[in-house]
């Protein structure tokens, strides 16, 4: 493996001293990206249509199992290799990249950073017992998990429990509740829930958050809601709803009270929607080289690089561009459970600057193509939109980020003014 040759390409996060493991995994996303899910893009978008296809090529190439661990039959990558592959799937498109990120964040949870959550003996045990049948449903069968936790309240963001409710019942769950914004709906097998334990008279309380799989079939579960959104419209993020939905105790993803310590020990895992907005960058700058180079696959051989205001554009894009790689680079690679606080501010520093970083591109990469390089079928205008979604997400929007380093900075734990 160590005597793989170097990559014909420069990755999405920049050049960087790579493993085996993520230049061959690097490799498989490139050449799947460029040969096929870049033509396909267009119709997703268009239609508003979930990327089936591109699911079969990253099932057959083994992507879907990234994050399982190898003993259990997965290719077992890291935390790092995951975010370096996950943005040069990104580059090539936008809502494969964010929902190939839902599930792939299902496999991280509860393998890679599970293992780095303090947990009892009898919590650990239940928990690498429960994960095999997950895994086993991933490595095997090629299921797809979803990861719907948004219900439009303060919940996603962190600041009060989900109002999905799961109460105990002999031999499981019972599910009651709604949650928006549910990337892969319709596609996805099983829909991994935050919901808060029902425990009858007492306050809900985030500390009893569980973490549930509901298969897709269960009775009780339903799917509604148009999705006409501005960008990633292949996400096909509609409406769940769950009434009375039954699930057995092994589709617990974590044993209970976990995924609230979970939240806490790895803030690195709320990172895990940035690397396809980084891919997005990349994909924005690379093709105004193409363009202004005259370059363009079908489009007449006109070269715009001699004009200096599109030079001087083309210097701004990339250092922003450098910017961000290397930021979003130092983050992922110090990632760990319990970072330090200058760990955590450059996470939220990273988180924001490039879902913010990816817009800023695009913008700079329309304005200096001119309004023959924003057609429809020229794949810019869809980059554009795209890149306006990834300071929307919860629980890190670029607002929150804000508010986060602003207080944290000003305030150590505990602090407050009288
Ligand atoms: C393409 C796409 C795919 C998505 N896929 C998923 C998915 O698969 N799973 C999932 O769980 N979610 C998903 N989301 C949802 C996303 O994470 C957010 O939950 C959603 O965008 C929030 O929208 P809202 O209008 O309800 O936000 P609101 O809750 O109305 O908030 C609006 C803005 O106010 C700010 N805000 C929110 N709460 C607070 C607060 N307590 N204090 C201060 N400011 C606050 C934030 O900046 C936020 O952007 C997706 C969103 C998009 C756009």
């Known amino acids: 493996m160590d005597a793989l040759p170097p990559l014909s390409f420069t990755p999405a996060v920049g050049e960087h001293a790579f493993t085996a493991k993520q230049k061959a995994l690097l490799a498989t996303a490139h050449e799947l990206g460029r040969d096929k899910f870049a033509a396909r893009a267009a119709h997703w978008d268009e239609e508003a249509s979930f990327p089936f296809a591109n699911y079969d090529d990253l099932r057959a190439a083994g992507l879907l199992k990234i994050c399982v661990p190898e003993a259990d039959g997965g290719l077992g990558a890291d935390y790092p290799t995951y975010m370096m592959v996950a943005a040069e799937i990104g580059r090539f498109c936008g809502a494969t990249a964010l929902t190939w990120n839902m599930h792939v964040s299902s496999t991280m949870w509860t393998g890679v950073l599970a293992d780095g959550i303090p947990m009892t003996e009898s919590q650990r045990a239940e928990h690498l017992r429960r994960r095999q049948l997950h895994f086993r449903r991933v490595v095997q069968d090629?299921?797809?998990?979803?990861?719907?936790?948004?219900?439009?309240?303060?919940?996603?963001?962190?600041?009060?429990?989900?109002?999905?409710?799961?109460?105990?019942?002999?031999?499981?769950?019972?599910?009651?509740?709604?949650?928006?914004?549910?990337?892969?709906?319709?596609?996805?097998?099983?829909?991994?829930?935050?919901?808060?334990?029902?425990?009858?008279?007492?306050?809900?309380?985030?500390?009893?958050?569980?973490?549930?799989?509901?298969?897709?079939?269960?009775?009780?579960?339903?799917?509604?809601?148009?999705?006409?959104?501005?960008?990633?419209r292949g996400t096909v993020s509609r409406n769940l709803t769950f009434k009375d939905v039954f699930v057995s105790d092994d589709e617990q993803l974590m044993p209970r009270g976990i995924y609230y310590k979970g939240a806490q020990t790895w803030p690195a895992m709320f990172f895990t929607l940035a690397p396809t907005y980084l891919g997005l960058a990349n994909a924005a700058y690379d093709f105004t080289v193409q363009y202004l180079r005259g370059e363009v696959p079908g489009e007449p051989p006109v070269k715009r690089r001699m004009y200096p205001t599109k030079q001087i554009a083309v210097a701004q894009m990339r250092i922003q561009l450098e910017q961000m790689r290397s930021l979003f680079l130092r983050a992922v690679l110090e990632a760990r459970p319990h970072p330090s606080k200058d760990e955590r501010m450059?996470?939220?520093?990273?988180?924001?600057?490039?879902?913010?970083?990816?817009?800023?591109?695009?913008?700079?990469?329309?304005?200096?193509c001119g309004g023959q390089g924003m057609?429809?079928?020229?794949?810019?205008?869809?980059?554009?939109?795209d890149s306006r979604c990834g300071s929307l997400m919860l629980p890190w929007t670029a607002e929150l980020v804000l508010d986060r380093m602003g207080r944290e900075t000003l305030y150590e734990a505990g602090e407050k003014d009288e």
Not at 188 to 209: H, M, N
Not at 212 to 218: D, E, T
Not at 375 to 385: T, V
């Open 142 to 232: 090629g299921a797809i998990y979803a990861q719907p936790f948004s219900e439009g309240s303060a919940a996603a963001a962190g600041r009060a429990p989900f109002g999905t409710t799961a109460r105990k019942v002999d031999g499981g769950w019972l599910v009651n509740g709604r949650k928006i914004f549910a990337s892969l709906s319709g596609a996805a097998d099983y829909y991994g829930v935050l919901c808060t334990e029902d425990k009858g008279d007492e306050k809900p309380d985030a500390k009893d958050t569980l973490y549930l799989a509901v298969p897709g079939r269960s009775a009780g579960f339903s799917i509604s809601g148009d999705w006409n959104p501005l960008g990633m």
């Open 346 to 368: 450059r996470l939220y520093a990273a988180q924001y600057s490039v879902m913010e970083g990816a817009n800023d591109i695009a913008r700079l990469a329309i304005r200096t």
């Open 375 to 385: 057609m429809k079928h020229l794949p810019l205008e869809r980059i554009y939109r």
